[in-house]
């Protein structure tokens, strides 16, 4: 099985056991909402595509089949990169549950370990990030970082540890585009990765004018233009799809590039509009 070419990301504060720098492919498959019964297949057929990136979390509670479609696989663990995720009931037994996801997912390391949230109304993040801080310490996650840290939740964390996530995983897409904590991971080398980077389906994104012109343009889909525009800003995505075709699809999008004019048509599409959870508020667990 042949991966597919895709550009690799320097995480700026990764750490890996012997120091060397960890890259991540810029694209992957999420599986956020992927039947257990389904996520097998479709992972298995995501890396005969030449998907090389998954993106999981202990709240999909896929782990497990991501684990069996990886082992089933035969390709070597270094040529993979699997993410998976802290849940917040876990803030203060980091230890007992990255070893779960690493028992489920049947690896003895992952390559980057995030904070799913900041769940801020119950003062653990601090707890989560020291002990994802330790995991990273210990040589089994090769990269740590967060997921839906608003800035003051960044802040928070790197003034009390000095270690800054590699990663700040957020809900970005064209109609909600998080300018200023974009600039603050920025200033910081965090890397961003997008999730809900086609705004999960719940718009009409695709048929706005911006996309529609530079997918004809192009001989593009709409999806394709999207998340052109994400990696060409330097963002780390992972649609969704259970549809082999579509694996395809989303991942054809390194052939061409989109104008200056063409992302600042889409630039102009920000709505400050999310689709999912609002990251102050958010409190499931
Ligand atoms: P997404 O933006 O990737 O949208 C997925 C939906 O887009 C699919 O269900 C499908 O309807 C549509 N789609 C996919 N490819 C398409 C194509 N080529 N043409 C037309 N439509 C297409 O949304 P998502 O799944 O929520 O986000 C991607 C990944 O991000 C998840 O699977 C998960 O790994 C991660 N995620 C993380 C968090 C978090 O809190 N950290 C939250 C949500 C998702």
New binding site residues.
Partial sequence: MSALQIPNITLKNGVRSGGDPVEIPQLGL????VEPGETERIVSEALEVGYRHI???AAYFNEAEVGRAIASSGIPRDELFITT?LWNSDHEDVAGAFQRSLDALGLDRVDLY?V??PVPMHGTALAAWRGVAETAESGRASAIGV??FEIEHLQQIIDETGVVPAAN?I?L?PLHQRRELRAFCAEHGIAIEA???????KSDL?ERSAILDAASAHGK???QVVLRWHVQRGTIV????MRRE?MI??ADIFDFELSEAEMAAIDALDEQRNF?PDPYTFDNR
Avoid: Y
């Fill in positions: 999420g599986v956020f909402l993106d999981t979390a995720k995030l799913h949230w997921s839906n995983q809900e897409h999730w809900g980077p086609l705004a999960q389906g695709f889909s709409g999806a992972f649609p969704k799809t579509r699809e989303n999912g």
